[in-house]
C-alpha cells in the first residue's frame, strides 16, 4: 500500500497534524472536512487529509472565519486560486485596520508606561472619554490622548 493509500486512524491524524481529535471532529461537524469512510464504525482517514488540515489551519491563522474556509475549501466552481485571491482581498482592509489600531494602542501603552500621576483618577490618559466625539474622528481623539495636553501629566 502506497503513501498515498495508507489509511489512518483519527487519533493517527491527529498527531501528525498536531491537533486534537475534537478539532479534527469539529471540522467534520461543520463542512470543513468531508466525512472519512469507516471500518467496523471507526473513521478511516486517507493521508491526503492531513494537507486539508494544513491548508485550513493556514487559513485560520490568517484570520479567515469557518464559513469562509469552506468556501475556500469546497469552492463553487471557481478555481481555488480565484477563491482565495479574493478572500484575500476582502480581509486585507480589515488586517491595515487592526494594524492601525493596534500601532495606536501600543503608542498609547508606551506613553502610559512613563505616567507619573500621584493617583489613577488623576491621570487624563485614562479618565478622558476614549471615543471620539462627533465632532472629531476617532483617530484625531486618540492622536489628542496620545500627544496633547494629556502627555504633559503623565
Not at 5 to 34: H, K, N, P, W
Not at 95 to 102: Q, T, Y
Not at 146 to 154: E, H, K, L, V
Request: proline content about 4%.
Amino acid at each position: 500500500m502506497s503513501s498515498a493509500d495508507e489509511s489512518l486512524a483519527i487519533g493517527e491524524v491527529a498527531r501528525r497534524a498536531g491537533m486534537t481529535v475534537s478539532r479534527i471532529r469539529f471540522y467534520e461537524q461543520t463542512g470543513l472536512l468531508a466525512e472519512p469512510e469507516r471500518q467496523s464504525g471507526k473513521r478511516c482517514y486517507r493521508s491526503e487529509v492531513l494537507t486539508q488540515l494544513a491548508i485550513i489551519d493556514a487559513a485560520q491563522r490568517v484570520g479567515f472565519s469557518l464559513d469562509e474556509i469552506r468556501d475556500l475549501v469546497w469552492g463553487r466552481g471557481d478555481p481555488a486560486h480565484e477563491r482565495l485571491r479574493q478572500l484575500a482581498i476582502r480581509k486585507l482592509p480589515e488586517i491595515d485596520e487592526l494594524i492601525e489600531r493596534a500601532t495606536a494602542v501600543r503608542h498609547l501603552l508606551a506613553v502610559c508606561s512613563t505616567c507619573r500621576c500621584a493617583r489613577i483618577e488623576e491621570c487624563r490618559l485614562l479618565t478622558e472619554p476614549a471615543g471620539p466625539s462627533r465632532d472629531q474622528p476617532a483617530e484625531a481623539a486618540l492622536k489628542r490622548r496620545i500627544t496633547g495636553d494629556a502627555s504633559t501629566r503623565t
